[in-house]
Protein backbone atom coordinates (compact mmCIF):
# COMPACT_ATOMS: atom_id res chain seq x y z
CA UNK A 1 0.00 0.00 0.00
CA UNK A 2 1.44 3.34 -1.21
CA UNK A 3 0.50 5.95 1.25
CA UNK A 4 1.92 9.29 -0.49
CA UNK A 5 -0.23 9.26 -3.69
CA UNK A 6 1.23 12.49 -4.88
CA UNK A 7 2.25 16.08 -4.08
CA UNK A 8 -0.24 18.93 -4.05
CA UNK A 9 1.21 22.33 -6.79
CA UNK A 10 -0.85 24.80 -6.04
CA UNK A 11 -0.43 29.13 -5.19
CA UNK A 12 -1.24 28.19 -1.74
CA UNK A 13 1.06 25.28 -1.20
CA UNK A 14 3.93 26.84 -2.85
CA UNK A 15 3.98 29.91 -0.82
CA UNK A 16 3.57 28.07 2.22
CA UNK A 17 6.55 26.02 1.40
CA UNK A 18 8.49 29.52 0.58
CA UNK A 19 7.32 30.65 3.94
CA UNK A 20 6.77 28.54 6.63
CA UNK A 21 8.55 25.22 5.01
CA UNK A 22 5.38 23.54 4.76
CA UNK A 23 4.82 20.93 1.80
CA UNK A 24 1.31 19.48 1.01
CA UNK A 25 0.62 15.83 -0.23
CA UNK A 26 -3.16 13.81 -1.00
CA UNK A 27 -2.39 10.85 0.81
CA UNK A 28 -4.17 7.61 1.30
CA UNK A 29 -7.58 7.76 3.25
CA UNK A 30 -6.75 5.39 5.75
CA UNK A 31 -3.43 6.33 6.40
CA UNK A 32 -3.09 8.13 10.16
CA UNK A 33 -0.16 10.94 10.97
CA UNK A 34 2.52 8.35 12.32
CA UNK A 35 2.58 6.67 9.13
CA UNK A 36 2.58 9.98 6.54
CA UNK A 37 5.34 11.06 8.30
CA UNK A 38 7.70 7.69 8.22
CA UNK A 39 6.85 7.53 4.33
CA UNK A 40 7.86 11.01 3.58
CA UNK A 41 10.69 11.11 5.70
CA UNK A 42 11.68 7.74 4.44
CA UNK A 43 10.57 8.76 0.12
CA UNK A 44 12.43 12.28 0.82
CA UNK A 45 15.21 12.07 3.02
CA UNK A 46 13.72 14.71 5.48
CA UNK A 47 12.89 15.40 9.37
CA UNK A 48 9.43 15.94 9.72
CA UNK A 49 8.16 18.22 12.82
CA UNK A 50 4.70 18.43 12.65
CA UNK A 51 1.41 16.60 10.14
CA UNK A 52 -1.54 17.95 9.93
CA UNK A 53 -4.24 16.39 7.92
CA UNK A 54 -7.73 16.73 6.26
CA UNK A 55 -10.04 14.68 4.85
CA UNK A 56 -11.38 16.66 1.75
CA UNK A 57 -15.42 16.41 0.73
CA UNK A 58 -16.61 15.45 -2.63
CA UNK A 59 -17.69 18.18 -4.53
CA UNK A 60 -21.22 17.50 -6.09
CA UNK A 61 -22.51 19.29 -9.43
CA UNK A 62 -25.35 19.34 -11.29
CA UNK A 63 -25.66 20.15 -15.13
CA UNK A 64 -28.69 21.33 -17.00
CA UNK A 65 -28.30 19.49 -20.43
CA UNK A 66 -30.51 19.20 -23.88
CA UNK A 67 -30.85 15.19 -22.72
CA UNK A 68 -31.84 16.81 -19.25
CA UNK A 69 -30.50 16.83 -15.83
CA UNK A 70 -26.81 15.28 -15.12
CA UNK A 71 -25.51 14.84 -11.65
CA UNK A 72 -21.43 13.85 -10.98
CA UNK A 73 -19.29 14.66 -7.91
CA UNK A 74 -16.22 14.58 -7.75
CA UNK A 75 -13.45 11.87 -5.71
CA UNK A 76 -13.52 12.53 -1.64
CA UNK A 77 -9.33 12.47 -1.18
CA UNK A 78 -7.06 13.24 2.38
CA UNK A 79 -4.63 15.87 2.16
CA UNK A 80 -1.11 16.26 4.51
CA UNK A 81 0.61 19.19 5.17
CA UNK A 82 3.84 18.55 6.54
CA UNK A 83 5.92 21.24 7.76
CA UNK A 84 10.06 20.40 7.48
CA UNK A 85 12.40 21.25 9.48
CA UNK A 86 14.50 24.45 8.98
CA UNK A 87 17.10 24.07 6.14
CA UNK A 88 15.41 21.27 4.77
CA UNK A 89 13.50 21.54 1.55
CA UNK A 90 11.83 18.91 -0.55
CA UNK A 91 12.14 19.15 -4.16
CA UNK A 92 9.27 18.03 -6.03
CA UNK A 93 10.65 18.74 -9.82
CA UNK A 94 14.07 17.03 -9.51
CA UNK A 95 12.45 14.39 -11.76
CA UNK A 96 11.56 16.04 -15.07
Excluded at 7 to 15: A, Q, R
Aim: aromatic share 8%; hydrophobic share 40%.
Amino acid sequence: MSIIIKPIVTEKVTKQSELLNQFGFVVDRKANKVQIKKAIEAAYGVTILSVNTMNVRPDRTTKFTKSGLISGKTNAYKKAIVQVQEGETIDFYNNI
